[in-house]
T-cell receptor, first 113, second 113 residues
Framework: EPEVTQTPSHQVTQMGQEVILRCVPISNHLYFYWYRQILGQKVEFLVSFYNNEISEKSEIFDDQFSVERPDGSNFTLKIRSTKLEDSAMYFC???????????FGSGTRLTVV | GDSVTQMEGPVTLSEEAFLTINCTYTATGYPSLFWYVQYPGEGLQLLLKATKADDKGSNKGFEATYRKETTSFHLEKGSAQVSDSAVYFCALPILQGAQKLVFGQGTRLTINP
């Protein structure tokens, strides 16, 4: 069964550093997403990407965040200057049918120290 | 706005006990409803879904019925197994705009032998 692949599985970074979280969505999917789960809390929507542009972003997704689909296969989330409160599990998801049929990746655990 | 509320956790049960995790929702219209499961150290997996009122979703011995009159989608299993220990999330899609998912806060379930 097709999978969404995320790398790395765990990243530790120093506060103020830039990080790039990588995702390879399912190849024929058109909708791409990033969600975040702070430890012990609910899964929160960050951003959606469709037709090579951001279609919606949450209030969490401020100027420190950006997304890119650089080569037609990868989908990246960049945090420009990490803060301690960015420590969370970040999930990438893709879908062929929008919210009716997501496939999630296994997540990247980001730890900011 | 649309939202999902789950029962507070954590929930601890003995093996073979009857399992129920409550979920209620607030939504405009009648969206599909989902249960996702997150096993320890893994990502989010779709457990089951129901697409319209009175539908019953089922998978791996779990069931949930979409109840319009009580705006509920409670997850049940007749005989819990140790391998069911995980965090369970109820979710509903926002079909307009970004096609995002709105999650409940998650319920951590532990099944003891």
């Amino acid at each position: 069964e097709p999978e969404v692949t995320q790398t790395p599985s765990h990243q530790v970074t120093q506060m103020g550093q830039e990080v790039i979280l990588r995702c390879v969505p399912i190849s024929n999917h058109l909708y791409f997403y990033w969600y975040r789960q702070i430890l012990g809390q609910k899964v929160e929507f960050l951003v959606s990407f469709y037709n090579n542009e951001i279609s919606e972003k949450s209030e969490i997704f401020d100027d420190q965040f950006s997304v890119e689909r650089p080569d037609g296969s990868n989908f990246t989330l960049k945090i420009r200057s990490t803060k301690l409160e960015d420590s969370a599990m970040y999930f990438c998801a893709s879908s062929a049918q929008g919210a009716r049929g997501y496939t999630f990746g296994s997540g990247t655990r980001l730890t900011v120290v | 706005g649309d939202s999902v509320t789950q029962m507070e956790g954590p929930v601890t049960l003995s093996e073979e006990a009857f399992l129920t995790i409550n979920c209620t929702y607030t939504a405009t219209g009648y969206p599909s409803l989902f249960w996702y499961v997150q096993y320890p150290g893994e990502g989010l997996q779709l457990l089951l879904k129901a697409t319209k009122a009175d539908d019953k979703g089922s998978n791996k011995g779990f069931e949930a019925t979409y109840r319009k009159e009580t705006t509920s989608f409670h997850l049940e299993k007749g005989s819990a197994q140790v391998s069911d220990s995980a965090v369970y999330f109820c979710a509903l899609p926002i079909l307009q705009g970004a096609q995002k998912l709105v999650f409940g806060q998650g319920t951590r379930l532990t099944i003891n032998p």
